[in-house]
C-alpha cells in the first residue's frame, strides 16, 4: 500500500495562485507516473495534469498555460502550481500514482475554493 498525503488547498480569489504538494511513501517514485484529478460538486472526477517518469508532461485544455506539474524524485513529491485561477476551478484536487506493475494509488484530497 502506498501512501500519498496532499497538501495546499485553501480558498483563494479569482486570479489567485495555490500550489498543491503530494507527497508519496514510496521506493518506486521515480519510476511512477504522477497525476493530478479533480473532482467539482455534482460532476464526474477529471485528469487535470499529468508528468511521467521522463518528465513529460500533459494537461486538460481548461488548465493549459495556467498549471504547471511538476515532480522532485528526492523528495517523492509531485507539484501542481495553479495560476490565475477561476471559480471554475473549484473542487477536490486528488494525487494519483500509477508505477509499473502497481495498482492505482489515490491521495486523500485536498479541497480547492476559487471565490471572491
Known amino acids: 500500500q502506498v501512501q500519498l498525503v496532499e497538501s495546499g488547498g485553501g480558498l483563494v480569489q479569482p486570479g489567485g495562485s495555490l500550489r498543491l504538494s503530494c507527497v508519496a511513501a514510496t521506493d518506486r517514485f521515480m519510476f511512477s507516473v504522477l497525476s493530478w484529478y479533480r473532482q467539482a460538486p455534482g460532476k464526474q472526477r477529471e485528469l487535470v495534469a499529468q508528468i511521467s517518469q521522463g518528465y513529460s508532461t500533459s494537461y486538460t485544455d481548461s488548465v493549459k498555460g495556467r498549471f504547471r506539474i511538476s515532480r522532485d524524485n528526492a523528495k517523492n513529491t509531485v507539484y501542481l502550481q495553479m495560476n490565475s485561477l477561476k471559480p471554475e476551478d473549484t473542487g477536490i484536487y486528488f494525487c494519483?500514482?500509477?508505477?509499473?506493475?502497481?495498482?492505482?494509488?489515490w491521495g486523500q484530497g485536498t479541497q480547492v475554493t476559487v471565490s471572491s
Open positions: 494519483h500514482l500509477k508505477g509499473p506493475g502497481t495498482p492505482d494509488y
